[in-house]
T-cell receptor, first 116, second 107 residues
Framework: DAMVIQNPRYQVTQFGKPVTLSCSQT?????MYWYQQKSSQAPKLLFH???????NEADTPDNFQSRRPNTSFCFLDIRSPGLGDAAMYLC???????????????FGDGTRLSIL | RKEVEQDPGPFNVPEGATVAFNCTYS??????FFWYRQDCRKEPKLLMS?????NEDGRFTAQLNRASQYISLLIRDSKLSDSATYLC????????WGAGTKLIIKP
């Protein structure tokens, strides 16, 4: 019973060819995150949505964009993938509590992106 | 100084041994703390939230020391299936991930 679903599991694209990764959730969580993770490194937060509010990390390249058309879905668009963008892309959700209580993130299986 | 620091590892440990992971964080205002486990080429999975009073889940014990700004994870009677990378995560106004410590349990 997957609760955070990412598609596809594996994506191969050509250098410079736009690609879109998708994430959906059945948890009704109001926060959704996109991470990039390269081998032997910690996940690197790219951006997150708090409901409809988009929050971009300062060092996220302009090449990366995101859309969240509704609570359940979130997309990561890479406009012109470069070789350095080959990585695992992880989507996560969490329920935001105003008082900052412990609310962990729930991850999808990830999409492994390869660039030819 | 990194915001969240973990032992670089890897830890090579015989099956049945006790393993301790430490993690330090720089922001004293941090509010929430977690340990995640990540298997090779898989997504991170929540292992434990860490509460101020410390908490235990079977063979796993997590502790928080706010004064010293570190959290720990103890695994007792380690199993081969415990082999993974263990990531420390701290929340202040955002989530900060440690680089992870790889654990290899040997038979």
């Amino acid at each position: 019973d997957a609760m955070v679903i990412q598609n596809p599991r594996y994506q191969v694209t050509q250098f410079g060819k736009p690609v879109t990764l998708s994430c959906s959730q059945t948890l009704n969580h109001n926060v959704m995150y996109w991470y990039q993770q390269k081998s032997s490194q910690a996940p690197k937060l790219l951006f997150h949505y708090y409901d409809k509010d988009f929050n971009n990390e300062a060092d996220t390249p302009d090449n990366f964009q995101s859309r969240r058309p509704n609570t359940s879905f979130c997309f990561l668009d890479i406009r012109s993938p470069g070789l350095g963008d080959a990585a695992m892309y992880l989507c996560a959700t969490s329920r935001a509590i105003p008082d900052g209580d412990n609310q962990p993130q729930h991850f999808g299986d990830g999409t492994r992106l390869s660039i030819l | 100084r990194k915001e969240v620091e973990q032992d670089p590892g890897p830890f090579n440990v015989p099956e049945g041994a006790t393993v301790a992971f430490n993690c330090t964080y720089s922001n004293s205002a941090s509010q929430s703390f977690f340990w995640y486990r990540q298997d090779c080429r898989k997504e991170p999975k929540l292992l434990m939230s860490v509460y101020s009073s410390g908490n235990e889940d079977g063979r796993f014990t997590a502790q928080l020391n706010r004064a010293s700004q570190y959290i720990s994870l103890l695994i007792r009677d380690s199993k081969l299936s415990d082999s993974a990378t263990y990531l420390c995560v701290v929340r202040d106004y955002q989530l900060i991930w440690g680089a992870g410590t790889k654990l290899i349990i040997k038979p």
